[in-house]
Antibody, heavy 123, light 108 residues
Framework: QVTLKESGPVLVKPTETLTLTCTVS??????????VSWIRQPPGKALEWLAQ???????SYRKSLKSRLTISKDTSISQVVLKMTKMDPVDTATYYC???????????????WGQGTLVTVSS | EIVLTQSPGTLSLSPGAGATLSCRAS???????LAWYQQKPGQAPRLLIY???SRATGIPDRFSGSGSGTDFSLTISRLESEDFAVYYC?????????FGQGTRLEIK
């Protein structure tokens, strides 16, 4: 059974650094056809892709946020970590991690999502 | 950045009716890289369709996807009560991966 679970602070202050952890089970981060992505959703708004990492450590970031984001993984404990610096109230959102499975033709498929964690940025 | 525009913004229909949701891309999107999700209040998005027309595991066959180029559609036949939700399209052909703004399907 594939599961992903996000964890991290529910409240951060402006200018602080947010650290979110995605703990996965039911698959391994070393599988050649697997990756993990972070996506966020401000309250009442649409989804916004942030970053992703694959088993070969290939990383991609949203260009507009690249200077603030760092994604990494620890395969020994099945975790993917996202750090976002200089948090601002506009970063208030539910943050999701999702599994990316590469299909037979290497089509990326975001097939399993965590439940999400709401992060509020406020002083 | 590829912008995905979904229409209509809100669709009001009765259970048993059919629904067609549209997703228009600002640039050509390979069908392999277009997906649809369903999201209910307080829940994570759920993958419905990937590769424009392939149903994800466990998705009923009343959900179908089609389209190519810049125009894609999600069709839901015979709406059931659990189908009323917000639907998003997503493209992953180029970075950044982008989502549409969503179509809210509500009970009439």
């Amino acid at each position: 059974q594939v599961t992903l679970k996000e964890s991290g602070p529910v409240l951060v202050k402006p200018t602080e650094t947010l650290t979110l952890t995605c703990t996965v089970s039911g698959f391994t981060l070393t599988d050649a056809k697997m990756g993990v992505s972070w996506i966020r959703q401000p309250p009442g708004k649409a989804l916004e892709w942030l970053a992703q990492i694959f088993s070969n450590d290939e990383k991609s970031y949203r260009k507009s946020l690249k200077s603030r984001l760092t994604i990494s993984k620890d395969t020994s404990i099945s975790q993917v970590v996202l750090k976002m610096t200089k948090m601002d109230p506009v970063d208030t959102a539910t943050y999701y991690c999702a599994r990316i499975r590469l299909g037979s033709d290497y089509t990326p498929i975001f097939d399993y999502w965590g439940q999400g964690t709401l992060v509020t940025v406020s002083s | 950045e590829i912008v995905l525009t979904q229409s209509p913004g809100t669709l009001s229909l009765s259970p048993g009716a059919g629904a067609t949701l549209s997703c228009r891309a600002s640039q050509t999107v390979s069908s392999r890289y277009l997906a649809w999700y369903q999201q209910k209040p307080g829940q994570a998005p759920r993958l419905l369709i990937y590769g424009a027309s392939s149903r994800a595991t466990g998705i009923p066959d009343r959900f179908s996807g089609s389209g190519s180029g810049t125009d894609f559609s999600l069709t839901i036949s015979r709406l059931e009560s659990e189908d009323f939700a917000v639907y998003y399209c997503q493209q992953y052909v180029t970075s950044p991966i982008t989502f549409g703004q969503g179509t809210r399907l509500e009970i009439k």
